[in-house]
């Protein structure tokens, strides 16, 4: 009976999704963690600071481009409206990534004077290159994440993660410094288009029609709210670092983030992408939905646990090791940062509910105040340096996360809740 059990759960589309999605992720760890080590023996604090601050304005601009709330759109949208609503999406797509690609041009400049550094100029501008190959393939992306093939999509991102991973190395060998970022990012997005367009076939409109781009906008903005705040959130501590501590200060703190959330908070991605369409295939299923949900935050909470205890207290042994003896003053900081993924997990999960539920407002109210306190207590933190910087960041995410998911669970479960917001 138990190994019945077993085979059944192994057997589930949900469970087989996650499994392709962490062996990608586990796949480009792997390559990711020699660029990490190539990067650290290559790179200086002053190296790490330049590429924090271009990263940052690239996570900021991303956004702009409605990437994550056009596509989870398509994958939520009722069988009836897919195929207007992928029509308008490609056009969407096109002005929406025009758009950010000539604001991060210009943006570069006011970057720049801000931290008194010309070098970013072009740097900035050129990764910007990256916003004109979405709209080849977003729309392919998200009917295969639609059809639950998310095979698909974890070939795709283990492909592009080699090539470049596989560019980073060779140009940072070469002592390209922060162009080897850049370029590895515009070398390899064209990967992407690849694997989606052969997977999918899907043809582009040919006459240009926004029919209910209302529907798509709506849906779209609150996600571009909540997805600002949460970059605003994640690139925050950066920027005050760079600005009030220095740009070295920053380079040891990006590479304790780096090489700390960024180990396991792309697992949880990972988890969470699986976790959207397996719950949206129920959102109109009370005791569905409540019984998917519940299940997964379980398989959830063990998980990541585990890992990120493991990783904490190995930090002081393999960060020496690996990374080099120069880093070995961003272990507590690291170890601290580690931490703080265990209650994001969860705010994660919670936040994934909301938008299967298309209740992305709700989601966005939230993170106005969530953001606000995070500021504050930042600013307050960074006179006492990076430690307590870090230290913020943890104790902030971790009441923040608990209140969210408290409230999140309080807003979907309960009966009549859930019925009025399946009616509306």
């Not at 005791?287 to 998917?292: C, V």
Request: glycine share 4%; net charge positive.
């Amino acid at each position: 009976m138990l190994i019945g059990k077993v085979k059944q759960k192994l057997s589930s589309q949900f469970v087989r999704n996650i499994g392709w999605l962490w062996i990608a992720e586990l796949v480009n760890r792997i390559f990711r963690l020699g660029t990490t080590v190539t990067l650290a023996r290559m790179f200086s604090p002053q190296d790490y600071g330049l590429m924090a601050i271009v990263y940052t304005v690239y996570e900021f601009a991303i956004v702009f481009t409605l990437r994550g709330g056009i596509g989870a759109k398509i994958v939520q949208a009722e069988e009836k409206d897919v195929k207007t609503i992928c029509d308008t999406s490609y056009w969407l797509n096109w002005i929406l990534c025009i758009s950010v690609f000539v604001v991060q041009c210009l943006a570069a400049f006011p970057v720049a004077y801000f931290y008194g550094n010309q070098q970013l100029v072009l740097p900035i501008c050129t990764l910007a290159l990256v916003y004109l190959m979405y709209p080849f393939f977003l729309v392919q992306s998200a009917m295969i994440e639609r059809e639950n093939r998310l095979k698909i999509r974890a070939l795709g991102s283990a492909i592009q993660s080699f090539v470049n991973n596989l560019i980073t190395v060779v140009l940072a060998l070469l002592g390209m410094g922060l162009w080897s970022i850049v370029w590895a990012m515009v070398l390899s997005t064209p990967i992407l288009i690849i694997i989606n367009q052969i997977n999918y076939s899907w043809q582009p409109p040919k006459s240009f029609k926004l029919e209910q781009w209302q529907q798509v906008s709506s849906f779209g903005t609150n996600m571009l709210g909540v997805e600002l705040l949460n970059k605003l959130r994640f690139n925050m501590d950066y920027l005050i670092v760079g600005k009030f501590l220095s740009i070295e200060q920053l380079g040891i703190y990006y590479f304790a983030f780096n090489a700390g959330v960024g180990i396991t908070s792309n697992i949880v991605y990972a988890f969470m992408s699986a976790l959207y369409p397996h719950i949206c295939a129920v959102k109109d299923d009370y005791q569905q939905l409540k019984k998917r949900y519940f299940s997964s935050l379980k398989s959830l909470s063990i998980f990541v646990v585990i890992i990120v205890s493991l990783q904490t207290f190995l930090a002081p042994f393999y960060v020496p090791i690996i990374f080099g003896e120069k880093w070995v003053k961003a272990t507590p900081v690291l170890m601290i940062i580690c931490v703080s993924v265990i209650p994001l997990s969860f705010r994660w999960a919670s936040s994934t509910l909301f938008k299967a539920i298309d209740k992305t407002h709700l989601m966005l109210y939230f993170d106005v105040i969530y953001t606000a306190i995070f500021g504050i207590a930042l600013i307050a933190a960074v006179k006492w340096g990076v430690l307590w910087v870090a230290i913020t960041v943890l104790v902030t995410h971790s009441l923040m996360s608990l209140a969210f998911n408290i409230w999140a669970v309080k807003c979907v479960f309960s009966k009549d809740k859930f019925f009025a917001f399946s009616k509306s």
